[in-house]
């Protein structure tokens, strides 16, 4: 079971890296686009259309990378007087919570992703940029690998809910 929860939350740092590299590129861009502006008094709109682009693998694919490393935000001041198995009880509720939210919504995003596929979306602005189901496909990605980051969780859990006493140990900080 620790075997494809590994491999799930490979998948998911994997991702994340993704992730952190469109964070570099829009930080990148948005400078590059500033100094255009200022200097040059040129500012293209497929340029600007590309850093709102950016924004969506940022967020939907680091949602599942941050939850992975359990930097989201918890309210921890009853959880943390719990003991092991009160933890792994929790655990386990909120990952199949997760699980759910993020297959469902990933689910949902799938049928509006491909409408704009469907039906060719672009920019509305002369000069934006086409394509534009391929950003809305972050949705579904985003909120699929969230479902898989809470399959792990739940995984962990119940591996950590079926150990015996003595072999009962803190999984996560």
Known sequence: MMNLVNRLEQLVEAFGWIARGCLLLLVLLVSFDVLMRYLFDLSPVALQELEWYLIS??????????????????????YDRFGVR???????????????????????????????YAIGEGSPDPGGLPHRYLVKAFLPLGFGLFGLQGFADTLRALAQLMKPDDKLTEVRP
């Open 86 to 116: 009160a933890k792994a009880a929790v655990d386990l509720l909120s990952g199949l919570a997760t699980c759910g939210v993020g297959f469902y919504i990933a689910w949902m995003a799938w049928g509006y992703t491909l409408q704009s």
């Open 57 to 78: 693998p940022i967020a939907l694919l680091g949602i599942a990378y941050t939850l992975k490393h359990r930097a989201d935000v918890r309210v921890d001041f009853l």
